[in-house]
């Protein structure tokens, strides 16, 4: 079947610091891989994502890679801001079908 | 940017009653999905919707649920006689035909069950 196992939180870092969110799933076929982040008091917000193996999605700072041999797809930061503190989901689809399957969601803080 | 907007942030209602949550999805989207999130856990698919019918439904959405797309512009979701355990975020997501795979949330709709 199909799932998505994310870190779990929450994680604080300091303003400037690495951010890494591990996410890995289970999935038959060739799935897309996309993370989701959701700011206080609003909806998701899709940031970025990856159709197939090696691809590479980047949004606002953040990148994350699409690991077919890993099955991962860690959302990465060099340097994160304030305004970056929210809660972030990590989600898998399947082509041809229409649901998506999230991730835990992990809650992150960054401190000035 | 256009947006999926939802309808009304927060309900509240007694339990048994009707409720009917309200979205607007983005305009030339074809694809129309309902999720939910209970508070601390996942978000979890409920339905999607394509071609005023449903496409698929997960075991969540029982006899008690409802879609419908009234008119060109909204869709809704019908819980016909809500249970404490419907009290969630409900979120309406709707995506393009080039682009099936790419979901575009709303804000979501906070339903309390008291």
């Given at each position: 079947g199909n799932s998505v196992t994310q870190?779990?939180?929450p994680v604080t870092l300091?303003?400037?610091?690495?951010?890494?969110?591990n996410c890995t799933y289970t999935a038959t076929g060739y799935p897309s891989l996309f993370w989701y982040v959701q700011y206080p008091g609003e909806g998701l917000q899709l940031l970025l994502k990856a159709t197939k193996a090696d691809d590479k999605g980047s949004n606002k700072g953040f990148e994350a890679t699409y690991r077919k041999e890993t099955t991962s797809f860690h959302l990465e930061k060099g340097s994160v801001q304030v305004s970056d503190s929210a809660v972030y989901f990590c989600a898998l689809g399947q082509t041809g079908a229409n649901n998506l399957f999230f991730g835990t969601g992990t809650r992150l803080t960054v401190i000035p | 940017e256009p947006e999926v907007t939802?309808?009304?942030?927060h309900q509240?209602?007694?339990?048994?009653q009707e409720v009917i949550l309200r979205c607007v999805p983005i305009s030339n989207h074809l694809y129309f999905y309902w999720y939910r999130q209970i508070l601390g856990q996942?978000?979890?698919?409920?339905?999607?919707?394509y071609n005023n019918e449903i496409s698929e439904k997960s075991e969540i959405f029982d006899d008690q649920f409802s879609v419908e797309r009234p008119d060109g512009s909204n869709f809704t979701l019908k819980i016909?006689?809500?249970?404490l355990e419907d009290s969630a975020m409900y979120f309406c997501a709707s995506s393009a035909r080039q682009d099936p795979d790419t979901q575009y949330f709303g804000p979501g709709t906070r339903l309390t069950v008291l």
């Open positions: 870190m779990e939180g300091s303003e400037e610091a690495f951010l890494t969110i | 939802q309808t009304p942030s509240v209602t007694q339990m048994g996942k978000v979890e698919f409920l339905v999607s919707f016909r006689s809500t249970k």
